[in-house]
């Protein structure tokens, strides 16, 4: 089986003035095509910061230290453009409670729109369309304003 994922001795600490908040601590992990990974524990216990590190969205002032590898590429060692185009496209992340991300000034279509409109379309009219299409699936009645 390709493996897709594979995480090998990912150590995540957050250095502070006195002390160092050791946050992963040798994780490995190793994902093979058609398998989904669900990771759980208790709060504070590292799942959060985990997501971050795999995609290379933790603060400046944390340490990381492993391999990650998406299909063989090491994501630590590439460049925030080469990132964006795996970022919401090839490896996402969903959230401890997504429904705590929904920004209430945006409308639902907006919101679902806006990560298509990043990663996937540049044209309002399409970015529309697949937007409506995944609330017609959902089954949002009525997906639209007449």
């Given at each position: 089986?390709?493996t897709?994922?594979?995480?090998?001795?990912?150590?995540?600490?957050?250095?502070?003035?006195?002390?160092?908040?050791?946050?992963?601590?040798?994780?490995?992990?190793?994902?093979?095509?058609?398998?989904?990974?669900?990771?759980?524990g208790?709060?504070?216990?590292g799942?959060?910061?985990?997501?971050?590190?795999?995609?290379?969205?933790?603060?400046?002032?944390?340490?990381?230290?492993?391999?990650?590898?998406?299909r063989?590429?090491?994501?630590?060692?590439?460049?925030?453009?080469?990132?964006?185009?795996?970022?919401?496209?090839?490896?996402?992340?969903?959230?401890?409670?997504?429904?705590?991300?929904?920004?209430?000034?945006?409308?639902?279509?907006?919101?679902?729109?806006?990560p298509?409109?990043?990663?996937?379309?540049?044209?309002?009219?399409?970015?529309?369309?697949?937007?409506?299409?995944?609330?017609?699936?959902?089954?949002?009645t009525?997906?639209?304003?007449?």
């Amino acid at each position: 089986m390709t493996t897709i994922l594979d995480v090998q001795q990912l150590y995540v600490n957050f250095p502070l003035s006195s002390t160092v908040i050791r946050a992963v601590d040798g994780v490995d992990i190793s994902i093979t095509k058609s398998e989904t990974l669900a990771v759980i524990g208790e709060s504070g216990s590292g799942k959060s910061v985990l997501g971050l590190a795999l995609l290379g969205l933790l603060p400046a002032n944390c340490t990381v230290d492993g391999i990650i590898r998406y299909r063989g590429d090491d994501l630590l060692t590439l460049s925030e453009n080469e990132l964006e185009m795996i970022r919401g496209r090839k490896i996402a992340w969903v959230p401890q409670n997504p429904a705590g991300a929904m920004n209430p000034l945006m409308t639902v279509g907006d919101q679902i729109g806006e990560p298509i409109s990043l990663h996937v379309e540049k044209d309002k009219n399409i970015v529309r369309k697949k937007v409506l299409e995944l609330l017609q699936f959902i089954r949002v009645t009525p997906p639209r304003k007449e």
